[in-house]
């Protein structure tokens, strides 16, 4: 079993930035790769970026250039660091991880990012 938390939501005008933060305990050793997803108003759950253990990483074309997803091994966090926000990056935002086939999920954090 996995756990997660995710913390690092708020409320911020457009052009800002905010960092999400991620922390993984319990069977962390083979974590495969973390990842963060949005849900936004209106719309299902969307993959943002992800990140494999080799550190490759992955973004949605809508953030690619405006976000980026460090990772600590040492602390088993991993991190969402959005600049450049926009009114469409609001949602709730959630940290997965897989591992052996399972997927685990925090329990999300709000990005409200108003005009």
């Known amino acids: 079993q996995v756990q997660l938390v995710d913390s690092g939501g708020g409320l911020l005008q457009a052009g800002g930035s905010l960092r999400l933060s991620c922390t993984a305990s319990g069977s962390t050793v083979s974590i495969n790769a973390f990842g963060w997803y949005r849900r936004s108003p209106g719309k299902q759950r969307e993959v943002v970026a992800v990140i494999g253990s080799d550190g490759s990483t992955t973004y949605a074309g809508s953030v690619k250039g405006r976000f980026t997803i460090p990772r600590n091994n040492a602390t088993n966090t991993v991190y969402l660091q959005m600049n450049s926000l926009k009114p469409e990056d609001t949602g709730v935002y959630y940290c997965?991880?897989?591992?052996?086939?399972?997927?685990?999920w925090g329990q999300g954090t709000q990005v409200t990012v108003s005009s």
């Open positions: 997965n991880a897989s591992r052996s086939g399972w997927a685990y």
